[in-house]
Nanobody, 121 residues
Framework: QVQLVESGGGLVQPGGSLRLSCTVSGSIFSINVMGWYRQAPGKQRELVAS???????NYADSVKGRFTISRDNAKNLINLEMNSLKPEETAVYYCNAGVRTTWNRPFRDYWGQGTQVTVSS
């Protein structure tokens, strides 16, 4: 089994900062892409940022220059530094990882349970 545990959500004022963390544990052979998605009420889940095992990053246009994703491959950990947060970014943020549990199995997507981020004064 594979588990993704997120932490760091909470309430922040507009313009403030938060840091989200996600750790992957369990039966892991390798992990390729890891990332953060978010889902606001009544909206579809959307990609916020992702990072490959080699460190290549991809960001949603709306967060470029304000959010930074980083990864520690030794710890199976990713962080998302979020700055200049906006009220419209209030959402549940989900961690995602593509995990191979054994050498002969394909990569499969796993998700965390989500952490609430609320941007409000």
């Amino acid at each position: 089994q594979v588990q993704l545990v997120e932490s760091g959500g909470g309430l922040v004022q507009p313009g403030g900062s938060l840091r989200l963390s996600c750790t992957v544990s369990g039966s892991i052979f390798s992990i390729n892409v890891m990332g953060w998605y978010r889902q606001a009420p009544g909206k579809q889940r959307e990609l916020v940022a992702s990072i490959t095992s080699g460190g290549s990053t991809n960001y949603a246009d709306s967060v470029k220059g304000r959010f930074t994703i980083s990864r520690d491959n030794a710890k199976n950990l990713i962080n998302l530094e979020m700055n200049s947060l906006k009220p419209e970014e209030t959402a549940v943020y989900y961690c995602n990882a593509g995990v191979r549990t054994t050498w002969n199995r394909p990569f499969r997507d796993y998700w965390g349970q989500g952490t609430q981020v609320t941007v409000s004064s």
